[in-house]
Structure formats: C-alpha cells, structure tokens
C-alpha cells in the first residue's frame, strides 16, 4: 500500500513539474499599417438580401495595390451595403456634404504579400458609408477579424480597421453604383503563433 502511494506521488510530481516547465504557446503580434488606392466595380450577387424580397443591393468588388509596414500586397475585397440609406446627419455622418449614411452587410478580403504569396483574411466585424449625393464622394469604416490565411499566416487571429473614401463614376441603369475609385488605409494587430514563420509550408506552392 506504501508503495503504490510513493508510486502515485512520484507520477503526480512528473505530471507538476512538466506542467510547470514545459514552455507556453507564444505568440507575435505584427503590426499592419498599410495605405491602399485603386477601383471597385458592381457584381450581381446579392449576398446579403436585406430587403426580403430579391431587391437588395448587389456587392461591389475592389481591386487594390497596397503598401505598408509588411511590405507591398495586392487586395480583393467584397463588400455590400444596404439598398437605402438608414439615416441622414446620423452621428457617424453628421455633416454635410458627407450626410447620408448606409450599413455595411457583408466585407470581406483576401490581401496576397507580393514577397512571399502568403494570403491573409478578413470577416467584417460592422461598417458604414456616408454618402455625399451631390458629387457622388463618400467616406467609409469598417471594422474587421483576421480569420487566417495561408503559410504565415494559416492560424492568424487578430482585427482592426479599414477606413477611406472614393468616388462613384458610372451608375447602372438602376441608378446603383457600378464603378469608381478607393484609397485609404488599413490597420491591423494580426496575431500568429511563434512557429510560424516566413519558412513555414505554403499552402499553394508560393515562395
């Protein structure tokens, strides 16, 4: 009985001291401040129906360059916003000309790094637009997570902000936005585990 007390406590000490020497699970926090320009145009997918009735707004695509504290990385974006305005000199677009302000339902991004074809993603965490009518100007913020991504970035967490502005050129015939031009900036706390590194596995072959 004496023995498989001393044979138990001998185990239970292992186990202790293991846990408490082993090393903890580190993690780097890159810093991600960026400044991007380029185009947008409309698709015809309605991803998010926000009228109930097949009228919504159709998302835009967004191909832009960008430049910044990682390097030098291209980036799609998929976004749409409500089909109408939810106010007017609301508290986040309270004065003219930049007045009337829309929600953001869907924005999501792949940003590829021009050095090493690693691919990061973004979700929309919330947004909105504000609108200038008359010279078809507008403003925007969104707020976004890091969801992963590949090679460095395959178990990425983290988020942050985009914010900029553009303006729309063409209309459809409905009247909806069907091209224009961005530029803004983009910052974010992308967090990966220590392990992984810029000689980690790439996904997709990219060196």
């Not at 031009?181 to 585990?193: E, F, M």
Request: net charge negative; with cysteine.
């Amino acid at each position: 009985m004496k023995r498989v007390s001393k044979v138990s406590l001998l185990v239970a000490l292992s186990v202790w001291l293991l846990a408490g020497w082993s090393d903890p699970i580190h993690a780097e926090v890159l810093n991600f401040d960026a400044h991007w320009s380029g185009s947008f145009s409309r698709t015809g997918s309605d991803i998010d129906d926000d009228t109930g009735d097949g009228t919504g707004a159709r998302a835009i695509v967004s191909d832009l360059n960008q430049r910044g504290s990682l390097g030098h990385s291209t980036v799609r974006v998929v976004s749409e916003t409500t089909t109408a305005p939810v106010g007017f000199f609301t508290s986040r677009c309270p004065s003219a000309p930049y007045f009337v302000e829309f929600t953001y339902l869907a924005h999501s991004s792949v940003t590829r790094m021009h050095a090493t074809g690693d691919l990061i993603y973004t979700l929309l965490d919330g947004g909105h637009l504000c609108l200038d009518p008359g010279s078809r100007r507008f403003i925007f913020t969104v707020d976004v997570s890091v969801v992963g991504g590949t090679g460095r970035f395959a178990t990425a967490t983290g988020g942050g902000t985009a914010s900029g502005g553009g303006v729309i050129l063409l209309l459809d015939s409905d009247g909806a936005p069907a091209f224009g031009s961005l530029d803004g900036d983009t910052t974010l706390d992308i967090v990966v585990p220590d392990g992984e590194s810029l000689s980690a596995p790439r996904e997709f072959g990219y060196r």
